[in-house]
């Protein structure tokens, strides 16, 4: 398959991912228990998020793509379809359910994995693995929100 295709499949399946994440949420970020909740005081305003993931899907659209190119193992696809199911889920089980701790958990193994994506392709992808770069350190940030919230309330 052409890169530039590889690129266009990874944005869909990406962007589908984030829909159906955001879909799971059901108004989350605007819910009175949301709202009510005591967020971490370094808390970005609601626009950050989308611009965040908008990057981020970019460039982890790139890095797949990438990575595809030179290893077309289950094992890497089976990695992308758990960083894709761990994505969504934690949306769900965030806003939806209300299950602070087990959204944790979620999102912890998914900055695990995408980590785990960066140390163990680096040898092969070198500067493309930059691209994860925005992932990583948003998935630090959303954590320590995340953890902030298990904590304080």
């Not at 770069?133 to 954590?143: N, S, V």
């Amino acid at each position: 398959m052409k890169y530039s295709l590889l690129v266009i499949v990874f944005l869909v399946i990406n962007f589908t991912a984030l829909g159906v994440g955001s879909w799971l949420m059901n108004n989350g970020p605007q819910t009175e228990w949301y709202i009510n909740l005591n967020k971490a005081p370094w808390t970005p305003p609601g626009w950050v998020f989308g611009a965040a993931w908008t990057i981020i899907m970019i460039c982890f659209s790139i890095y797949m793509a990438q990575l595809y190119s030179v290893d077309k193992s289950a094992l890497c696809f089976g990695l992308f379809v758990i960083q894709v199911v761990l994505n969504v889920s934690w949306n769900y089980v965030f806003f939806n359910q209300h299950h602070v701790g087990l959204a944790l958990v979620i999102i912890t193994l998914l900055t695990l994995l995408i980590i785990y994506f960066f140390i163990t392709y680096y040898s092969q992808l070198k500067l493309v693995s930059l691209l994860l770069g925005p992932y990583i350190i948003w998935l630090l940030i959303a954590t320590s929100l995340n953890y902030y919230i298990y904590s304080n309330n």
